[in-house]
């Protein structure tokens, strides 16, 4: 993989965060559903299998730092992992029973439960209570039939889940920080900017350090594939990561951060409900360890070693 986008991955980055912001400005109730269509209008439905991985959850990422609220990664790279290409807003769920991001508007369901996956379509499930979750808006879905998938696209599916979740934390990371870095640098403690004191100074460093770590082993397991190791790898880092940017960009920012008007929370909420995607850190963590002990030298490693 390279460090450097090419300029094709540049130019894609910038037509589909162009025209989900162009959809978005506007504003409206269901901000999911016209992002999702700026992006099947553009032709970025089915930009992994055409493009790959890497460039979905660079798309996916940096859609995430804009601040829209939408399941890009569920679409651009959880979906195309089943061969699913029908329905616009795909929701995310585990297990048959359970609080899912963006339930009350998705078409189709992409679900884990256990070692298995399985696609439950609207009519094949039951929405209620849609409510303001962590970050996003969430609804109770419980699956009345679905249809499972093999053993193959049940992990692939499963994989590229990791690498969105990673993906768009990164994009949220990476917000939170450009909002904060502003507001020590102009915020007067002291006599002086907030932002001069050393101890701020380490503090955003230490963030920034956490988020571009994520970014990278997100955009690594997406450009290796099918990587079991890379995939789990980038998850674990990202919920470590997302302790250390929400507990320090509020730290540095103070009460004026968990205002509605500042905006920070809005990056940083959402990163307390991605963690916990999956069976959060620890099972990430212990598939990390299961991954590296079944294959010692992990395909995703042996052609990039720096």
Not at 44 to 71: K, M, N
Request: aromatic content about 4%; charged content about 15%.
């Amino acid at each position: 993989m390279k460090l450097t986008p090419t300029q094709d991955q540049a130019d894609i980055v910038a037509a589909a965060v162009g025209a989900v912001r162009r959809a978005t400005a506007v504003g409206g109730e269901n901000e999911s559903r016209a992002a999702l269509e700026a992006l099947r209008d553009g032709g970025f439905l089915d930009l992994a299998t055409q493009a790959g991985p890497l460039e979905a959850a660079l798309v996916t990422e940096a859609i995430s730092r804009e601040g829209v609220l939408a399941p890009v990664g569920a679409r651009l790279l959880v979906a195309p992992a089943c061969g699913l290409t029908d329905g616009l807003v795909v929701g995310l769920i585990e297990g048959r029973n359970s609080l899912v991001r963006y339930g009350a508007d998705a078409d189709v369901f992409i679900g884990v439960d256990g070692d298995t996956a399985f696609v439950a379509h609207r009519d094949q499930v039951t929405v209620s209570c849609a409510q303001q979750g962590i970050g996003t808006p969430v609804a109770r879905v419980v699956v009345d039939s679905c249809t499972h998938l093999s053993a193959a696209q049940s992990a692939a599916v499963q994989r590229r889940w990791r690498i969105a979740m990673a993906a768009e934390a990164a994009g949220a990371m990476a917000a939170a920080i450009a909002l904060t870095v502003p507001h020590v640098s102009q915020r007067i403690a002291f006599g002086r900017q907030l932002g001069s004191f050393q101890a701020v100074q380490h503090r955003l460093a230490r963030a920034e350090v956490f988020a571009q770590g994520t970014s990278w082993l997100a955009r690594h397991a997406a450009w290796a594939g099918d990587d079991e190791y890379l995939s789990a790898a980038c998850a674990t880092y990202a919920c470590l990561a997302a302790v250390q940017v929400y507990e320090n960009t509020h730290q540095v920012t103070g009460a004026a951060g968990v205002t509605t008007e500042h905006g920070l929370a809005k990056h940083t909420l959402r990163l307390v409900g991605l963690q916990r995607e999956l069976g959060g850190l620890n099972a990430h963590a212990r598939l990390v360890t299961a991954a590296r002990l079944a294959d010692m030298t992990p395909a995703g490693l042996q052609d990039n070693v720096a």
